[in-house]
């Protein structure tokens, strides 16, 4: 089993950062890491894997694994109010699919 522990998220004005980190704790041998976002009466949607970024996100969003902690950052820079959603730690091991429990990224002017 596998545990995931999000840290970050809030309240930032339009163009600010924030910075987003998921540990995975348990029993870990290859595990996946990635980030995706669900806002307000959209569906969930990937926003960046280890080697992928979501074409609304590229550029100003970058993810970063610490194998050696099983902790994966996501840095989100120049953020849009479009940005604004619950932001979820996903991993997947052996086939088995888990989620973060979700934090909350508000963009505002």
């Known amino acids: 089993q596998v545990q995931l522990a999000e840290f970050g998220g809030g309240s930032v004005q339009i163009g600010g950062s924030l910075r987003l980190s998921c540990t995975a704790s348990?029993?870990?041998?290859?595990?996946?890491m990635a980030w995706y976002r669900q806002a307000t009466g959209k569906q969930r949607e990937l926003v960046a894997g280890?080697?992928y970024y979501a074409p609304a996100v590229k550029g100003r969003f970058t993810v970063a694994r610490d194998k050696a902690t099983n902790t994966v950052h996501l840095q989100m820079d120049n953020l849009k109010p479009e940005d604004t959603a619950v932001y979820y730690c996903?991993?997947?091991?052996?086939?088995?699919?888990?989620w973060g429990q979700g934090t909350q990224v508000t963009v505002s002017s």
């Open positions: 996903y991993a997947s091991q052996l086939g088995t699919n888990y």
């Open positions: 280890e080697s």
């Open positions: 348990g029993r870990i041998t290859s595990i996946y």
